[in-house]
């Protein structure tokens, strides 16, 4: 039997490299000659995509870790990764079917073994990409990962996003403002894991007549809407919690998030800005430093609770400790919480360690202090609606609250572990009171404490 092993014209590598053997595949693949496996071939063994505005990700789950190579090339836009110590199954020929029609940059993938030893796969894109490659080990359910995260070479700054996203509201221009004078950095600083530089395109002109300044705007900046940061949990690889009935906490905490979103938008002095508004996976440092680039006055992470006894019930809100958990129970969720960079994929081996405790050392008892303040109003309006599992604001050493000047809770609105509290979470209706008990508790915070709103 005749194979067609010449060279493949468009996946010919930059000059300098040989070129290789590739068998492509566009919608379905062509048979394959069958190749002896090495002793020690790898098998894949799940293919999953996570497209997403901000970046689109790739997994592909093995059974033990791989080697990859990868280069990328223009007209058009494609992105080559050549795999060692493995073989072609059916496994990774799904990955073909897995892109999705809306994916922002992938527009198909083909694969073939280059190689005996080599599986290429070939990303075709529908934009210039900055690419970062990286392995996870074994954490939780998942085997060893190797991860492709595609970003794009330009981000849009989100401040911008918002002034057009509210292009005919009359608080848009002071959006604009604060877009255009915030520092020109990326958004994360999780050194292997950088966002690309913002684009800086000035937005179309706001023509309606500026309101009066309300008494909720902060002085010396009229109109300036307050910024809430939600952050609803988990994402992407990251399920978080899983109940009995198989409700997911990363479903959960974003549909709360996003009524939550609407109920604030509605109102004429305020606005939120979500650090995940789909199902992809956000490192924890990173939805800090979003809510910072946004200049938010609150940020707000959204979480559903969980325990290996079914009976555990409750809601919980938790603030930044600089001196340790007020509880071993709050010690341990903060550990549990922490550990999502682990499961949704942070790239550790280039993670700057020292970031974290910069951050934590930077952290003011003023900022903790109104936290405090801010969940202790959380925690009224929610014990209206639902048990609490403590009543008074826990305290401990949660990454995702560690911005030194932004006010930060965590809420545990209901243990996903418990059936009735599942129940619940999974009920519209239930999560319509869980948004609106969170915003009647944000009213009466700015209202009793207006000059913490003063972020400029």
């Known amino acids: 039997m005749d194979y067609d092993t010449r060279p493949q014209p468009a996946e010919v590598a930059p000059a300098g490299k040989a070129r290789r053997r590739f068998v492509a595949t566009a919608t379905t693949l062509f048979l394959l000659p069958v190749i002896p496996r090495l002793a020690h071939a790898s098998t894949i063994v799940a293919v999953r995509t996570w497209p997403a505005d901000e970046y689109t990700r790739v997994t592909l789950e093995m059974d033990s870790e791989l ?37 922002p940059y992938i527009r198909s993938v083909r694969v073939g073994q280059n190689r005996p030893d080599v599986v290429r796969l070939v990303l075709d894109l529908k934009q210039a990409v900055a690419p970062q490659i990286f392995t996870l ?21 989100p401040l911008l996003a918002l002034q057009i996203q509210d292009d005919n ?19 994360p600083t999780v050194q292997g894991q950088t966002l690309p530089p913002v684009v800086r395109n000035t937005p179309p002109p706001v023509t309606t007549p500026p ?34 009935g198989g409700t997911r906490e990363k479903d959960v905490v974003l549909n709360i998030a996003r009524r939550l979103k609407r109920l604030i938008d ?18 924890l440092q990173v939805r800090v430093q979003k809510a910072r680039r946004v200049k938010a006055d609150l940020f707000i992470s959204i979480h559903a609770d969980a ?26 969720l903060a550990k549990k919480e922490n550990d999502a960079d682990l499961i949704g994929g942070l790239n550790l081996g280039s993670h700057n360690r020292q970031v974290a405790q910069i951050l934590l050392d930077l952290s003011t008892a003023a900022q903790i202090n109104d936290s405090v303040k801010v969940g ?40 996903i ?23 009647t508790g944000i009213r009466g915070y700015f209202a009793e404490f207006p000059a913490l709103a003063s972020r400029s």
């Open 67 to 103: 080697k990859a190579e990868h280069f990328t090339l223009e007209n058009p836009h494609r992105m080559v990764v050549d795999i060692q110590g493995l073989t072609m199954n059916r496994t990774i020929e799904e990955l073909v079917s897995k892109v999705r029609p809306n994916d």
């Open 137 to 157: 080990k074994p954490v939780g359910e998942y085997k060893y990962r190797l991860v492709l995260d595609l970003y794009p070479r330009v981000a849009q700054d």
């Open 169 to 187: 509201d009359p608080l848009a221009s002071v959006l604009e403002s604060l877009a255009q004078n915030s520092p020109d950095v990326p958004v």
């Open 211 to 244: 309101r009066t300044a309300t008494p909720s705007a902060t002085p010396g900046t009229p109109n300036r809407p307050l910024l809430i940061a939600l952050d609803p949990g988990h994402g992407g690889e990251d399920p978080g919690a899983i109940g009995p």
């Open 266 to 283: 509605a109102q004429p002095n305020m606005r939120t800005y979500l650090t995940r508004d789909s199902d992809f996976f956000v490192p």
């Open 307 to 332: 325990w290996i006894k079914p009976s555990a019930r409750g809601s919980s809100i938790y603030a930044l400790s600089q001196n340790g958990a007020t509880s071993s129970a709050a010690r341990w």
């Open 376 to 415: 202790a109003h959380l925690l009224g309006e929610i014990g209206k609606i639902n048990r609490l599992h403590k009543r008074s604001v826990e305290r401990a050493g949660f990454a995702v609250l560690k911005a030194p000047d932004i006010p930060s809770i965590l809420i545990e609105t209901a243990f």
């Open 417 to 439: 572990s418990n059936p009735e509290e599942e129940r619940l979470l999974r009920s519209s209706s239930h999560q319509d009171k869980i948004a609106q008990a969170i915003f």
